[in-house]
């Protein structure tokens, strides 16, 4: 399993940006899909949820409302389109597999930091 997220960066509040993440080595069209962040001091936490075809979505409520989660099994691709960013959103953000009662590969990427800050 190889999953290599990117698209993070330094935003100002209010801000936008598209996090994407690569997978490979697992048949990506099977699995439900996350998106989970780590922010400083806490532990990680769930942020997004996609059914592995696509059609069915959840949101941390934190984020509902300004996170859209989307994927691409073409392309072995998730995405995470974060508006709206706010300074508590500053964390390393991290996709997997996971969601609908199905848990995390063992194996996760190098993760993608995302800041939050005027």
């Known amino acids: 399993v190889q999953l290599v997220e990117s698209g993070g960066g330094l935003v100002q509040p209010g801000g936008s940006l598209r996090l994407s993440c690569a997978a490979s080595?697992?048949?990506?069209?099977?699995?439900?899909m996350s998106w989970y962040r780590r922010a400083p001091g806490k532990e990680r936490e769930m942020v997004a949820t996609?059914?592995?075809?696509?059609?069915?979505?959840n949101y941390a409520d934190s984020v509902k409302g300004r996170f859209t989660i989307s994927r691409d099994n073409a392309k072995n691709t998730v995405y995470l389109q974060m508006t709206s960013l706010k300074a508590e959103d500053t964390a390393v953000y991290y996709c997997?597999?996971?969601?609908?009662?199905?848990?995390?590969?063992?194996?996760w990427g190098q993760g993608t930091q995302v800041t939050v800050s005027s």
């Open positions: 080595g697992f048949t990506f069209s099977s699995y439900h």
């Open positions: 996609i059914h592995r075809t696509g059609v069915i979505t």
């Open positions: 997997n597999a996971g969601g609908y009662g199905l848990g995390p590969f063992s194996s």
